[in-house]
Each structure stands twice: as C-alpha cells, then as structure tokens.
C-alpha cells in the first residue's frame, strides 16, 4: 500500500520551533537534500545531529522530535536497517500521541505517517504478530479521528480511507466495508498504486482471488513506474498468485 509516504511530508516550522534555529533549520534542510539525492546514509547523519541539538537545547519542543525520528526512520528504511527504523518510527508514535490535543494537526500527520510505515515494514517482512497489534491500535485511533476530522486540504479523506480499508483487511475483519471504502478512495485518485493495492488486498482477502491478481498486477506497474519502493505490493501479488505465504 506503501503508505510510509502519503501523510508525512509536514513543515512544523523549524525556524521558529527551537533553540539555535538557524543551526536546526540548516541541519534538518542539508538532511533534506541528501535525502532526494539517495545519499540516506549522510542524511541520516544531519538529521542524528539535528535531532540531539534540539533534545539537549529544546526538550519541549516534541513533535519537532517526532518528525526528525520519522526522518530518521525514513533514512533507515532504504538502508535496509528495519530494527532501527522501527525504533524511530515508534519514538514518533508516541510523542506524537502524546501531543495530539496540544497541536491536534500536527500530531495526527506524525501519527497517521508511523503508523503507515510501521505497518510498511511489518507487512513486508511478513511478521503477523506485530502487524496484528498495531493494527488494532490504528483503527482504534482512525475511527476516532473520524467522529471529528481534520479539514481536507490537511489529512485527505481518501488517504484516510485507504488506511482503514487497509487495516481491516490485515484483521479479515468487515471486509464489505473496508471495499466500500477503497473504492471511495479510488474515486479521487483511480491511479494510485498504494490504494490499487489496498483494494487488491482486500479482493484477495474476500476470496476473489482472480479479480485481486489483476488489480495488484496493475498496482505494481504503476508503481514501478515511480521512485518508490515497490516490495509490499510485489509481495501481496505473489501471495495472491500463490508463490508466498
């Protein structure tokens, strides 16, 4: 579903966010570059620096912590160190948690973002166990966070959607609503490779086995076609074709 992308990219405004901001908002902008450059080794190493400037002179600022750990976690991912991007990402997890009615915006992007990557590495490594208790805690906050959501240029429904179809899908739980809900989500973005694969993954888990394979084939060509890792979705199409558990 690659959904360590959809709802993470925020600007918490580092300038005015911390202690020695014109060294933070350097630090955070040259972890930045080097990161679209694919140098993640490097910019891991600007946003480790950054991240213990801002711990020892700016301890409260939390959610700033949050986002730098999502970096992080990011950084470790495409350096194949899963053990330390799940750190990360969990440290963002829980600050962000902690902070949602302080700065309810902010938090619910970190929020949605770890919870989305974790279950990237989780699902990709094919740990069931793990999996199945995070999932439980998403749709748990999900299902909250809808009874009063977020305006829509900020958290957009269909991603949103996506998640939830996702995440009930994992359990094989209310599986004609978790389609309902990805095909809502299909209609504002039919080309989606993340949310073509969630709808996919929830076919599969119906039993239309068929019908998923034709629709997790398509979500692996568009998504070959970007820059994003594609072995999740890889992963759910052979399980539907029979060649993985």
């Known amino acids: 579903m690659k959904r360590a992308t959809i709802i993470c990219i925020i600007v918490l405004g580092l300038a005015a966010a911390a202690a020695h901001a014109q060294d933070?908002?350097?630090?955070?902008?040259?972890g930045d570059k080097l990161f679209e450059k694919g140098d993640y080794r490097a910019a891991s190493l600007y946003y480790e620096e950054g991240?213990?400037?801002?711990t020892a002179k700016a301890p409260e600022e939390s959610l700033l912590?949050?986002?730098?750990?999502?970096?992080?976690?990011?950084?470790y991912v495409m350096l194949n160190n899963d053990n330390t991007a799940l750190i990360n990402?969990?440290?963002a997890l829980a600050r962000a948690k902690r902070e949602i009615v302080t700065d309810r915006e902010k938090a619910a992007r970190i929020i949605f973002g770890?919870?989305?990557s974790i279950l990237d590495i989780y699902d990709r490594l094919g740990l069931s166990g793990p999996?199945?208790?995070v999932t439980d805690e998403f749709i748990a906050f999900i299902e909250d966070y809808r009874k009063s959501p977020l305006p829509e240029d900020i958290i957009s429904p269909a991603q949103v959607n996506n998640f939830l179809a996702y995440c009930l899908a994992q359990k094989g739980d209310r599986l004609t609503?978790?389609?309902?809900l990805i095909e809502s989500a299909l209609k504002t973005d039919p080309k989606s490779a993340a949310f073509l694969d969630t709808k996919g993954w929830v076919l599969l888990k119906m039993g239309r086995v068929e019908e998923a394979k034709t629709v997790l084939k398509d979500a692996v060509d568009l998504c070959r076609k970007g820059d994003d890792s594609c072995y999740v979705i890889e992963r759910h199409l052979k399980i539907a074709a029979g060649d993985m558990r």
């Open 24 to 30: 933070m908002d350097s630090l955070m902008a040259t």
């Open 131 to 133: 999996m199945l208790d």
């Open 51 to 54: 991240l213990s400037l801002v």
């Open 177 to 180: 609503e978790a389609l309902t």
């Open 65 to 75: 912590i949050a986002l730098i750990h999502m970096q992080l976690g990011s950084c």
């Open 114 to 116: 770890a919870y989305g």
């Open 89 to 91: 990402y969990h440290e």
